[in-house]
């Protein structure tokens, strides 16, 4: 067994690693309908993104104001090849924004 021996904060914090790409806020909203929009007035994007069917993980990041969507390494297919599912989430991400969307790994960590 371990002991940490040292300072430990009471903060919460919470991570994420997926693949896909950050897309600027003002771009997300381009695609939602004008009921969303209304929505986003209201209770903020990332409330309205939640009820966005997308096949595909959501962050939104207040501070940069930018929103993540991909898919978690865990989600691989047992008969998809690493380069199948990177290709699936580039497409995906690529026809929902009418333009190309470059991908990479993501690794993100912000508080609660």
């Given at each position: 067994m371990k002991i940490r021996d040292g300072f430990v904060s009471n903060s919460s914090s919470s991570s994420f690693v997926i693949y896909g790409a950050w897309v600027d806020a003002d771009e997300v909203k381009k695609f939602l309908s004008k009921?969303?929009?209304?929505?986003?007035?209201?209770?903020?994007?990332?409330?309205?993104?939640?009820?966005?069917?997308?096949?595909?993980h959501f962050h939104y990041d207040y501070y940069e104001e930018r929103c993540a969507f991909g898919k978690s390494w865990s989600g691989i297919k047992d008969d998809e090849t690493g380069k199948q599912f990177k290709e699936s989430i580039k497409k995906k991400l690529s026809e929902t924004f009418n333009r190309d969307i470059e991908c990479a790994t993501i690794e993100h960590t912000y508080s609660c």
């Open positions: 009921e969303q929009l209304a929505d986003v007035e209201k209770n903020g994007l990332e409330e309205v993104m939640y009820d966005v069917d997308l096949p595909m």
